[in-house]
């Protein structure tokens, strides 16, 4: 199976622009998460969707939100763009059950100029 | 408060030696935890995850052991390879967020194995 693919891979942005990432999760998983990861704050959840529907929601202001599509593939969206956005944004995908593992992607890495 | 921390930032070994990452956990209801380790741009890889109701787990080279007592975590590598240079991660999932997705990472550990 191929495992989880994150687009696009590098994102260069301005302040007070928005951004889209893209995440699909590998097949047959029906929950996708995504994390933030930085050098200062480290690994940190930001949602995670199951069945088009978000289940639960870090503690991220509102201008971080996503979405989920009937094929399970995700998309994360950051309007109004802080210089303290800049991060890599991991989407990790799991199979629907008592199995908490998550498989992970490669990131999106974002820096906001 | 929910907080997941490792004891050693930096953990330095010797090509073949063992190595033992510790990690020590706030939340005494968290049910599961899990190992991952991530290499240089890549995202996190699973290692080897536990459950609570057991106290130690074994995977190829590598045994988690889980403490509840003293809310600690570990996880051991056996005879370290260089391609075991990376930074490890341990997560825990609480009770109260069972099923969601979500786990509560530590700031992580970076083993860096010397030839």
């Given at each position: 199976?191929?495992g989880v693919?994150?687009t696009?891979?590098?994102?260069?942005?301005?302040?007070?622009?928005?951004?889209?990432l893209?995440?699909s999760?590998?097949?047959?998983?029906?929950?996708?998460?995504w994390?933030?990861q930085?050098?200062?704050?480290?690994?940190?959840?930001?949602?995670e969707?199951?069945?088009?529907?978000?289940?639960?929601?870090?503690?991220?202001p509102?201008?971080?939100?996503?979405?989920?599509f009937?094929?399970?593939?995700?998309?994360?969206?950051?309007?109004?763009?802080?210089?303290?956005?800049?991060?890599?944004?991991?989407?990790?995908s799991?199979?629907?059950?008592?199995?908490e593992?998550?498989?992970f992607?490669s990131?999106?890495?974002?820096?906001?100029? | 408060?929910?907080?997941?921390?490792?004891?050693?930032?930096?953990?330095?070994v010797?090509?073949?030696?063992?190595?033992?990452?510790?990690?020590a956990?706030?939340?005494?209801?968290?049910?599961?935890f899990?190992w991952?380790?991530?290499?240089?741009?890549?995202g996190?890889?699973?290692?080897?995850?536990?459950?609570?109701?057991?106290?130690?787990?074994?995977?190829?080279?590598v045994?988690?052991?889980?403490?509840?007592?003293?809310?600690?975590?570990?996880?051991?590598?056996?005879?370290?390879q260089?391609?075991?240079?990376a930074?490890?991660?341990?997560?825990?999932?609480?009770?109260?967020?069972?099923?969601?997705g979500?786990l509560?990472?530590?700031?992580g550990?970076?083993?860096q194995?010397?030839?």
């Amino acid at each position: 199976k191929a495992g989880v693919t994150q687009t696009p891979r590098y994102l260069i942005k301005t302040r007070g622009q928005q951004v889209t990432l893209s995440c699909s999760p590998i097949s047959g998983h029906r929950s996708v998460s995504w994390y933030q990861q930085t050098p200062g704050q480290g690994l940190q959840f930001l949602f995670e969707y199951f069945s088009e529907t978000q289940r639960n929601k870090g503690n991220f202001p509102g201008r971080f939100s996503g979405r989920q599509f009937s094929n399970s593939r995700s998309e994360m969206n950051v309007s109004t763009l802080e210089l303290g956005d800049s991060a890599l944004y991991l989407c990790a995908s799991r199979e629907q059950g008592t199995n908490e593992k998550l498989f992970f992607g490669s990131g999106t890495q974002l820096s906001v100029l | 408060g929910e907080s997941v921390g490792l004891h050693l930032p930096t953990l330095s070994v010797q090509e073949g030696d063992n190595s033992i990452i510790n990690c020590a956990y706030s939340n005494s209801a968290s049910d599961y935890f899990i190992w991952y380790k991530q290499e240089s741009g890549k995202g996190p890889q699973f290692i080897i995850d536990i459950r609570s109701n057991m106290d130690k787990r074994q995977g190829q080279r590598v045994t988690v052991l889980l403490n509840k007592t003293v809310k600690h975590l570990s996880l051991q590598i056996a005879a370290t390879q260089p391609g075991d240079s990376a930074v490890y991660f341990c997560a825990e999932n609480f009770q109260g967020s069972s099923n969601t997705g979500k786990l509560i990472f530590g700031q992580g550990t970076t083993l860096q194995v010397k030839p």
